[in-house]
């Protein structure tokens, strides 16, 4: 299990293009909403820019996979190189699952900022999977560093676009505790910390890499036998 108190820091500032993007976010949650899908919705910032934005198009598509991170993913890695995808936020109404984290974590996106928490279903405060460095010290091929994480951005107006999308199911939820409007009492934010990948992770990197180069290597050799 996640502990929270380990490396997290309370600061109650917000920047003002974290405000901004997180306002596109629940704009877009209500746009989510008024089209008959759940008010989930994603913004990917780069350097203060849009780089792509999404929302849930899991009723309208039929296909429970299409979760608005991994959209604005898909629609991201399309736009950027991996190393500046290192360099972007990812700006969502409610934590991302665990499905959605594995995704930011092999994308790379290097900071991931949310409204709401997700105790039952959270790639943070349930599975710990975007704060999992074992994931890049030990697979440095496929996931880079640990990403910074801010929690409780704006979740009052995120909570309110929940509430009047559908005020008893919000209640429910809440009741529930599925999602969370941590910290509203203090109107206080979460920051974890980013952590760069251990040096473990580039010497397994480096072995990696002149294995597969030593395999191309010889099987230029057997080709040049033949």
């Not at 974290?18 to 629940?26: G, L, V």
């Not at 360099?87 to 409204?115: D, H, K, N, Q």
């Not at 910390?193 to 230029?220: D, H, V």
């Amino acid at each position: 299990m996640l502990t929270k108190t380990l490396d997290a820091r309370r600061d109650p500032s917000i920047s003002a293009v974290d405000a901004a993007m997180m306002a596109r976010c629940i704009a877009l949650s209500r746009t989510a909403a008024d089209e008959g899908e759940y008010p989930f919705a994603t913004v990917i910032a780069l350097d203060g820019n849009v780089v792509a934005e999404a929302i849930n198009r899991t009723v309208r598509d039929g296909d429970v996979s299409r979760h608005a991170e991994v959209i604005a993913l898909s629609h991201a890695q399309l736009a950027l190189t991996r190393q500046q995808l290192r360099r972007c936020t990812l700006f969502t109404i409610v934590e991302p699952c665990a499905m959605c984290s594995f995704c930011i974590r092999e994308t790379g996106i290097g900071r991931v900022v949310y409204a709401i928490s997700s105790p039952v279903m959270g790639g943070l405060s349930r599975w710990n999977i975007l704060r999992d460095k074992g994931m890049s010290d030990r697979m440095p091929q496929v996931f880079s560093g640990v990403p910074e994480i801010v929690s409780g951005v704006m979740m009052r107006e995120a909570g309110q676009a929940w509430r009047d999308w559908y005020p008893f199911g919000w209640q429910m939820i809440q009741f529930l505790g599925l999602l969370k409007e941590e910290g509203a009492e203090d109107d206080q934010i979460e920051i974890f910390p980013r952590r760069r990948p251990s040096l473990w992770r580039y010497i397994r990197m480096l072995f990696a890499r002149n294995g597969r180069t030593k395999r191309i290597r010889t099987s230029e050799s057997d080709d040049r036998a033949l």
